[in-house]
C-alpha cells in the first residue's frame, strides 16, 4: 500500500512540504485546548534557538512564553544540549522499579538540599498533573496510615488550577475554572475563597472565612493545597504570604497536610528560588515540575516530608500506590540536574530582577487602554488582564506581527520569558503585548 503521509525531516521544512504537513495537522493533530475539528491553522516551528522560534515561512518570533514556563533558559543550550547526547551513550532509559541510577540519585540529592528542610523524600512523576495526583494519593495515605481514615477530602482555593486529570481537576477552580463541566464526576472537595490580590491585602476577612470553612470540615479534610503567592492558569492571581502562613497554622491546627503546589512557580519564578522561601513556609508536600529540566523533557516531582513518608509506611499497602513507567528517565533527571546547575552557577535572580523592571517600565503605557483594568508583575511574570476575554486569534496575530510569541487566555496578556531574555528583546514583548491587548 502506497503511503501519503508527510514526511517531517529535521531542521527546516521544504516550502512543498508546509501546506500538506499542516493540513495533516489541522485533519488529524489535536492541540491542547483547542477543538478536534478546529480549522485555524497552528504555525509550523522549524527550529528553535535562544529566545527565538523559526517559523516555515522563514518568520523569527521571541518566544514570550517559553513553553508555556519551562525553557527557562531558551532553547538549543550548549550546556544542555550536551548532557542529553552524553547521557544517551549510556543510558537512554530503565525501569525505576527495583532499579535505580545516578541521573536520579544526584537530581533527588539537589531538590532535597533546595527545597524547604522538611522535604526529605522525592517521588519522581512524568508530568505537573501527574505529581499532583501523587501529592494528593500521598496525603489520603498518610491519613490512614494515621487512623484517620475518614479524612478523604482536600481544602483548596478558588481560582487556583493544578492539572488536567482527574484528581488534579478535582482541587482546580470548579466553578471559573477550565473543568467545571467535569463538576458533577469528580471527588467533591472543599472550597476556600481566593485570597485577596495583592502583597499589601488586607487579609483579616479572608484569614477568618478560611479557618472557620476548615473547623467546620475538620473532621473529613486530608490536607490543604494551594499555588503559593501566584495562581498560575487561574488567572495569574498574586496574593500576599501572609496567607500562606494561615493556611500553615490551620494545617497544624487540625491534624492536615499542606501542599504546594510550585510547578508554574519553582526555579525563580516569582523572584525567590520556590515562592516558599519568600514566605518561609515549609510545607508537608511540594510539587515542582514545568522548568525543572529547562524545557527539554517531560519530568516532575513531588516531595514529601518524612512524617508524611512514615505515615505511608503505616498505611494499608505500606507502600505508596503509584508507579509511572518513566518514573525517573535518566535523560530527564540529568538535564534537569543540569538546568538547576545553570541556575545556581548563574546570576538567575539579578536576571528575574531585571526581567520584573523591564516589565513594569514596558507594560506601564498598557494601563491607558480603555479595556484593561489591571496591569502587574511578579518576578518574571507580566501580566495585561482586559475587562473582557481575549480574542485568542486576533491577539496572536498583533503580537506575531511585532516578532513575538504569546498564547493568551481568559482575560489575559501575558509573559513568562526566558530568564535569558535580552532587554531589548522584552522591550519588543511588552510592545507586542500591548498591542495584543489593543485589539
Not at 500500500?1 to 495533516?24: C, E, F, I, K
Not at 544517551?88 to 527495583?98: A, D, I
Not at 498533573?129 to 478523604?152: C, F
Amino acid at each position: 500500500m502506497r503511503d501519503n503521509r508527510p514526511r517531517v525531516l529535521p531542521g527546516d521544512v521544504g516550502d512543498s512540504a508546509v501546506s500538506d504537513l499542516l493540513a495533516y495537522d489541522r485533519q488529524h493533530v489535536w492541540h491542547p485546548y483547542a477543538a478536534a475539528t478546529a480549522t485555524d491553522p497552528a504555525l509550523l516551528v522549524t527550529r528553535c534557538r535562544g529566545v527565538r522560534l523559526t517559523l516555515s515561512d522563514g518568520r523569527e518570533l521571541i518566544d514570550a512564553m517559553a513553553s508555556w514556563w519551562s525553557a527557562i533558559h531558551g532553547y538549543h543550550h550548549p550546556v544542555l544540549d550536551a548532557v542529553v547526547r552524553e547521557r544517551l551513550e549510556s543510558m537512554s532509559h530503565v525501569m525505576f522499579g527495583g532499579l535505580t541510577h545516578e541521573p536520579a540519585i544526584g537530581l533527588a540529592r539537589r531538590l532535597v538540599d533546595l527545597t524547604p528542610a522538611r522535604l526529605q523524600h522525592v517521588f519522581f512523576a512524568d508530568s505537573g498533573s501527574v505529581s499532583v495526583e501523587v501529592a494528593l494519593k500521598m496525603a489520603l495515605q498518610y491519613q490512614r496510615g494515621q487512623g484517620r481514615g475518614a479524612k478523604t477530602r482536600v481544602l483548596a482555593l478558588q481560582g487556583g488550577y493544578h492539572g488536567d486529570t482527574l484528581g488534579a481537576m478535582s482541587v482546580c477552580d470548579p466553578v471559573g475554572g477550565m473543568h467545571a463541566m467535569f463538576a458533577d464526576t469528580l471527588p467533591q472537595q472543599v472550597f476556600a475563597a481566593r485570597p485577596p490580590s495583592g502583597f499589601d491585602a488586607d487579609v483579616t476577612a479572608w484569614e477568618g472565612q478560611t479557618r472557620a470553612l476548615a473547623e467546620h470540615h475538620a473532621d473529613e479534610l486530608a490536607a490543604v493545597i494551594c499555588e503559593p503567592l501566584l495562581q498560575g492558569a487561574g488567572g495569574m492571581h498574586v496574593y500576599d504570604p501572609r496567607c500562606l502562613h494561615v493556611l500553615r497554622q490551620i494545617c497544624d491546627e487540625h491534624d492536615l497536610v499542606l501542599i504546594f503546589d510550585e510547578i508554574a512557580t519553582g526555579f525563580g519564578r516569582t523572584g525567590t528560588f520556590f515562592a516558599a522561601d519568600r514566605a518561609r513556609v515549609d510545607p508537608d508536600i511540594m510539587c515542582v515540575g514545568k522548568a525543572l529540566t529547562g524545557g527539554y523533557l517531560t519530568l516532575a516531582a513531588t516531595l514529601c516530608s518524612t512524617d508524611v513518608a512514615a505515615g505511608i509506611s503505616a498505611s494499608d499497602s505500606g507502600v505508596l500506590m503509584h508507579g509511572p513507567t518513566f518514573m525517573g528517565n535518566p535523560l530527564a533527571c540529568a538535564v534537569a540536574a543540569a538546568s538547576i546547575e545553570l541556575l545556581l552557577q548563574g546570576d538567575w535572580a539579578a536576571d528575574v530582577r531585571r526581567i520584573h523592571q523591564g516589565l513594569n517600565r514596558g507594560l506601564a503605557a498598557a494601563g491607558g487602554l480603555p479595556d484593561v483594568v489591571d496591569v502587574r508583575a511578579i518576578g518574571a511574570v507580566g501580566v495585561i488582564q482586559l475587562a473582557h476575554p481575549v480574542d485568542v486569534a486576533a491577539a496572536t496575530r498583533a503580537a506575531a506581527a511585532h516578532g513575538v510569541w504569546i498564547r493568551p487566555f481568559r482575560d489575559l496578556v501575558y509573559t513568562m520569558p526566558p530568564y535569558v531574555t535580552t532587554d531589548q528583546e522584552l522591550a519588543t514583548i511588552c510592545q507586542a503585548m500591548t498591542a495584543a491587548a489593543a485589539v
